[in-house]
């Protein structure tokens, strides 16, 4: 079936830092992928997300290729902060069927030192 | 045009009660979704539902969870007599009615279950 694999964390980086955190799925068809994000004590909002091959979601300077070849969706940033402390989630949504529900990897704990 | 809207955001039950937890979909929106989160792990997908159908209880346990999309009014995803791994926190999300694959689903804030 469908599944989502992420880097497991936690991931420790000092400010100013590039971030990588990888993402790899397996999916029938074309999913549309997500990168969702979820600060301590709150819901998961969403961060950004690409519907097909190439596309590239960015948002709060986070950027995420969807790439086919590699079926991978890695989030990137150039230059991290303290308040991007939080759990990254990567995410699909199966393109097959409207009666899909969205799979979640397991998450990544990123902590930023000033 | 307010977001997904769940409630309570906080509740604590003893053991042998039931819980209710509410969902209000964001407007316009027809699908509903229950993930349950326990402490320190991601999302588990437990439920989705349209109007009045069950469309994929596919992650629901099989006794004491129930769940339920009515005509009118929010969904309810109830839990009765419920034990202490029933802590955690449940997650609604909703979508729009469309056979396009690119919807993107919004999550609620969330309601943290505490079973004493």
């Known amino acids: 079936g469908d599944s989502v694999t992420q880097m497991e964390g936690p991931v420790t980086l000092s400010e100013e830092a590039f971030l990588t955190i990888n993402c790899t799925y397996t999916a029938t068809g074309y999913p549309s992928l997500f990168w969702y994000v979820q600060y301590p004590g709150e819901g998961l909002q969403l961060l950004l997300k690409a519907t097909k091959a190439d596309d590239k979601g960015s948002n709060k300077g986070f950027e995420a290729t969807y790439r086919k070849e590699t079926t991978s969706f890695h989030l990137e940033k150039g230059s991290v902060q303290v308040s991007d402390s939080a759990v990254y989630f990567c995410a699909l949504l199966p393109g097959y069927s409207s009666a899909s529900k969205i799979i979640f990897g397991s998450g990544t704990r990123l902590s930023i030192r000033p | 045009n307010a977001g997904v809207m769940q409630n309570p955001r906080h509740l604590v039950r003893r053991r042998g009660q039931e819980a209710r937890l509410r969902c209000s979909p964001m407007k316009g929106h027809s699908h509903v979704y229950w993930y349950r989160q326990l402490p320190e792990e991601g999302l588990k997908f437990m439920v989705y539902?349209?109007?009045?159908?069950?469309?994929?209880e596919s992650g629901m346990p099989k006794e004491r969870f129930s769940a339920e999309f009515p005509k009118e009014g929010p969904s309810i995803l109830r839990i009765q007599q419920v034990v202490r791994g029933d802590s955690a926190a449940y997650f609604c999300?909703?979508?729009?009615?469309?056979?396009?694959?690119?919807?993107?689903?919004?999550f609620g804030e969330g309601s943290w279950l505490t079973v004493v």
């Open positions: 999300a909703s979508s729009p009615p469309s056979q396009y694959s690119g919807n993107t689903i919004y």
């Open positions: 539902l349209q109007k009045e159908n069950i469309i994929d």
